[in-house]
DNA sequence: ACCTGAACACCGTTCAAGT
DNA sequence: ACCTGAACACCGTTCAAGT
């Protein structure tokens, strides 16, 4: 998938430097596009605007490249969305993973720093589910699956396992994004709410839709997943 | 937000049905407009084209109406969307739920039917984590938690264990409409996966991307989530 | 090898106008 | 009250052409 095209034989450029003068200052562009240069700026648009702002167009403005230029590096958009989607996930395991005792701290750890991943990234949460799986998420997913079966979960629970932890954690992440709301908008909800009375008379109470303890929720979750993970090993 | 524009007084067309003589076939094409039509057109486009499909001109031709006629009704796209949502996530609750002495019994068929609903409509799940509550998923949620406090989870955990709950089978739903895929493509990936040898040798061995028993999936994890509820009720 | 503009077949939405 | 077409400001992608 992200197969990549030709790279590294990206060089001389050298007749079109004199054009624009000696300032240091030119930006990029000179810059010849590249693969990194446009997955960079890709989730640099993401960023500060969001899926839908992300545009071939605007990228290749971006970029300062014509506009269809893009198309020789790429093959579409979703190829895009995917090289974005994995350049965010990478992960750098702390050395001393798997030297710990504690299993349990190792996958917690794992979850956290991908669930801070994607929350840096709001659009990662919502790409994710409708993507192929790039190299990074397929080496967390190997790691978490790694971390339980070292954990003592049989073979045979194991894929069940691996996929509830990471159902957890999509779900936790997709679902803060989507309610952690400003305090305007969550008063707003609540008041919505309120009108309808006697409706919702549970959730009303409980405040559910103001919720903002998330980092509290996810890990209260995880807790419930890693204990009955832990007891059913015996 | 389905704060619903005039609707019921929409008859009177007595003029029209002439013109088309006296067939009984003459579908919609004599049929005003109406809010339930729309909604009605939506979902089935979306069954059949998915999100990307369904588009304001195209809705707008399903109902053999004027390109631009929909917007007396509806604000924008994205309402149309949540209505679509709302809609299919109704649930009729069996009269015998809150009789029964199995609080555990009534949770999981509430989550097994709203699993249920969203697997019927797979661009369901793609767009529940983007928009606003309807009151129809307002419902389920209020079920829900009423369910899982009359289960005797105290009022300080009920709304992690509402969101842990809710974040399960979101996070299910959404993965399983991401990797349910065709035996040709998970072969595939199986294939891509060996490609790489040694760098993802823990779920490749363990087949994680060639799961096809994604409902054991789901009741197990949802297993370990209410084990470890009713455990901690004491 | 790498980049480009023009062109095609679409979008969502506004608006002034029709009945 | 309800519907319409024309128009605006966009899209993604193809293609023949440039260097």
Redesign the interface.
């Known amino acids: 998938m992200a197969a990549a095209k030709p790279t590294g034989t990206q060089g001389k450029r050298s007749r079109r430097t004199r054009k624009a003068g000696p300032s240091v200052d030119d930006k990029s562009s000179e810059m010849p596009l590249s693969l990194e240069r446009i997955v960079a700026a890709s989730v640099e648009l993401l960023d500060a605007q969001g899926v839908g702002g992300l545009t071939m167009r605007r990228l290749a403005d971006h970029l300062e490249a014509g506009a269809m230029s893009l198309y020789w590096h790429v093959d579409n958009k979703e190829e895009v969305f995917g090289l974005a989607l994995d350049a965010v996930l990478e992960y750098r395991a702390p050395q001393h993973v798997g030297e710990t005792e504690s299993w349990r701290d190792d996958v917690v750890h794992m979850l956290e720093d991908w669930r801070a991943s994607m929350l840096r990234h709001p659009w990662s949460?919502?790409l994710l589910?409708?993507?192929?799986?790039g190299?990074n998420m397929?080496?967390r997913?190997?790691l978490l699956?790694?971390a339980l079966?070292r954990a003592g979960v049989a073979?045979a629970?194991?894929?069940?396992?691996?996929?509830?932890v990471?159902?957890?954690?999509?779900?936790?992440t997709?679902?803060r994004?989507?309610f952690d709301r400003s305090d305007d908008d969550r008063n707003a909800?609540q008041i919505r709410?309120a009108e309808?009375g006697e409706?919702?008379?549970?959730?009303e109470r409980?405040?559910?839709?103001l919720?903002d303890d998330w980092d509290?929720?996810f890990r209260?979750?995880l807790?419930?997943?890693l204990?009955?993970?832990s007891?059913?090993k015996g």
Chains 1, 2 share one sequence.
């Open positions: 949460a919502l589910p409708r993507l192929a799986l190299p397929l080496n997913l190997e699956s790694r079966s073979d629970d194991l894929n069940a396992a691996t996929w509830s990471w159902n957890h954690v999509m779900g936790a997709i679902t994004g989507n909800a709410l309808f409706r919702y008379p549970t959730i409980s405040r559910l839709l919720e509290g929720v209260k979750g807790d419930l997943l204990d009955g993970l007891s059913r």
